[in-house]
């Protein structure tokens, strides 16, 4: 899957550093407090890891959230949402301390020219980190009204834009979904701790 050079699109570009931190403040506490968009099921006790040493996606939106367990715990999250996108490098790991000590399962794909693919992507995060760069990028649009099928509360801060491109990522998340996620090169072990970064 090939997407536009964000080289030559100057206007619009933004690095994800240079978004005030007052900005992302508000885009998740203001959703909270106006009761945000849910996580569409039940997430379990634990955040994993999800690490890739690029993602190339196009259709980007991210507003506030609330990921909830079954058994009623909420947990803020911001949830990035992204119509279409190709992972390189594709990690993901989650530990759990068991009575036989910590057990972690480890999952890798998209290494070398077959990347891992994800169509309505949707991850509700906690922290994440890298590299980015946006094309065509608006902050402070109504959740409602963002460029995505998935969309937030009325009146809730969101951001979107046509295309993202994150070098070095690395998230802690709630939760991830989407319609079509293909794996190539899948590699699932059990480890015992090993995380992706």
């Not at 990347?115 to 902050?139: E, V, W």
């Not at 009204?145 to 998935?150: H, Q």
Request: glycine fraction near 12%; proline fraction near 3%; hydrophobic fraction near 40%.
């Amino acid at each position: 899957m090939k997407f536009r050079s964000l080289t030559t699109k100057r206007a619009g570009r933004v690095a994800l550093a240079a978004v005030p931190v007052g900005i992302a403040a508000s885009l998740l506490m203001g959703g909270v407090a106006n009761g945000a968009v849910p996580v569409s099921f039940a997430v379990s006790g634990s955040t994993f890891q999800v690490g890739a040493s690029e993602l190339d996606g196009t259709g980007f939106s991210q507003y506030a959230g609330v990921a909830q367990e079954k058994g009623g715990a909420q947990h803020p999250v911001s949830i990035a949402n992204i119509g279409s996108a190709d992972l390189h490098n594709l990690c993901q790991s989650v530990v759990s301390d068991t009575p036989l000590g910590k057990i972690g399962l480890l999952i890798t794909a998209g290494a070398g020219k077959k990347p891992a693919t994800a169509t309505d992507l949707q991850i509700s995060m906690t922290d994440l980190k890298g590299d980015a760069t946006f094309n065509n990028i608006r902050i402070g649009v109504d959740a409602s009204t963002v460029n995505t099928k998935a969309k937030g509360s009325v009146g809730d801060f969101a951001q979107d834009a046509d295309s993202v491109v994150i070098k070095k990522l690395q998230q802690t998340a709630w939760s991830t979904q989407a319609s079509v996620f293909t794996l190539n090169g899948l590699h699932l072990q059990i480890t015992d701790g090993t995380t992706c970064f």
